[in-house]
Every structure is written in structure tokens, then in C-alpha cells.
């Protein structure tokens, strides 16, 4: 799939984007989102589902990044198509982190109370659905919503999940957390410590003082 049309005669040239080139491929969303973006916001949405239903790698990414840049004109009601492109689209650590650290964590930094529909997202079978319960709230956390979403309702939902990417993923959210409330996520830590795997607990502890990261690696060794 060379050039898929995506919009009326507009097409999207990705012959020359070689896979995971990320400047490259921002580049070229650049480029075909100034043809677009007098679109309203469903329009551009509907676009960006026939993108990432094509399966193609970079028209995925192309698909969330323009979602990505009507950011502005989110509604409440938004949620339910990202939600939707959550279950159909995100298939690997790569989609759900390219599209919960932008599009979607800034929908719920602006609906904060959205949050709570990330708990189901927990007990799904696909392991990339349950990270993105808690990558979703990177940017909440980053933004200082973090006071109203309570990160750790989502990390206690997958203290015991089995996947290893979603260890790393709420260990990550803990990590940023700890940026901005260190005191609450060394409290959380200590309680704990005895049911978190390692690899969740040293994600978690990786930018901590070295004094505090030691007495709580001490923890975890015994």
C-alpha cells in the first residue's frame, strides 16, 4: 500500500518514509495536515480512522498525529472515538505510547473526569489496552491533574498484571509522578513493595534521589 487517497483526490505519499523514522514522518503529517485542517474536528477524526485502518505503519501514526493537532477543539464526547481507535488500533508499546502521550492524555488533561473510564481498560486481553490505562495519564500527571485522576487507582488495577510492557508502563507513570509528588509515591512504594514486580519497582524508583532509591531498593531485596 504505496498511496492510499484519504481525503476526496488527496493523497498520501509514504514510498519514501522508511519504517520508524519518526522526523520523517512528522514531517510529512505536517505537510498533508495544512490540507486538512480547515476541517472540522469530526471530519479530521474521520480522516484519521480511515488512516489507521489501513494498517499501514506510517499512516497510523500520520492518523494520531492529526487527531493529535486538533487537540484545541476536544469534547467530553471525544473520548468515545478514542476509545474506540484504543480497542481497534492499539496493537504494540509503539501505538500506545505514540497516541496516549499525545492525543489522548491531552483529552483527559482537559476532562480530567474521564479518567475514570480508564479502570475497564485493566481487565482487557490485549496487553496494549491495559498499558494505555496508565500512559494515558502521563500527561495529566505532567500538567499537575494528577490532583484529581489519583495515579495510583490505575497502578493498584495492574500491580499484578503478567505482561512485563505493563509492569514498565504503570512503573513509568509512577516514575513521572514521583517529579511532582515524590513524598506520596515513596509512601505508595513502601505499602507495596512486597506485591509490585521488581521491574515495575525500578522503573518507578529510576530518577529518585540516590539516597531515597537506595533505602527503597533495600525494600524490594528483602
Not at 76 to 95: A, G, S
Amino acid at each position: 500500500m504505496k498511496k492510499p487517497v484519504f481525503y476526496d483526490d488527496l493523497v498520501l505519499d509514504i514510498s519514501n518514509v522508511e519504517r520508524k523514522i519518526t522526523p520523517a514522518y512528522r514531517a510529512l503529517s505536517s505537510k498533508y495536515y495544512q490540507k486538512v485542517k480547515h476541517l472540522s474536528l469530526n471530519e479530521v477524526l474521520e480522516i484519521s480512522a480511515y488512516l489507521l485502518d489501513s494498517g499501514v505503519w506510517v499512516c497510523k501514526l500520520i492518523g494520531f498525529d492529526f487527531a493529535y493537532r486538533k487537540r484545541k477543539e476536544y469534547k467530553v464526547e471525544t473520548f468515545d472515538v478514542f476509545e474506540d481507535w484504543v480497542k481497534k488500533y492499539i496493537k504494540d508499546w509503539y501505538d500506545c505510547d505514540d497516541f496516549t502521550t499525545h492525543a489522548l492524555g491531552y483529552l483527559i488533561d482537559m476532562y480530567p473526569e474521564l479518567s475514570i473510564r480508564l479502570k475497564s481498560w485493566v481487565n482487557d486481553p490485549n496487553f496494549a489496552v491495559r498499558r494505555a490505562a496508565a500512559t494515558s495519564l502521563l500527561i495529566p500527571i505532567k500538567r499537575r491533574n494528577h490532583q484529581i485522576i489519583n495515579p495510583f487507582e490505575i497502578s493498584d488495577l495492574l500491580l499484578n498484571d503478567e505482561h512485563y510492557l505493563v509492569q514498565k508502563g504503570f512503573g513509568w507513570m509512577l516514575k513521572v509522578y514521583a517529579s511532582y509528588e515524590e513524598d506520596l509515591v515513596v509512601d505508595y512504594l513502601i505499602d507495596k513493595h512486597q506485591e509490585m514486580t521488581r521491574l515495575a519497582f525500578r522503573y518507578a524508583i529510576e530518577k529518585m534521589p540516590k539516597d531515597v532509591k537506595n533505602r527503597l531498593m533495600n525494600l524490594s531485596n528483602e
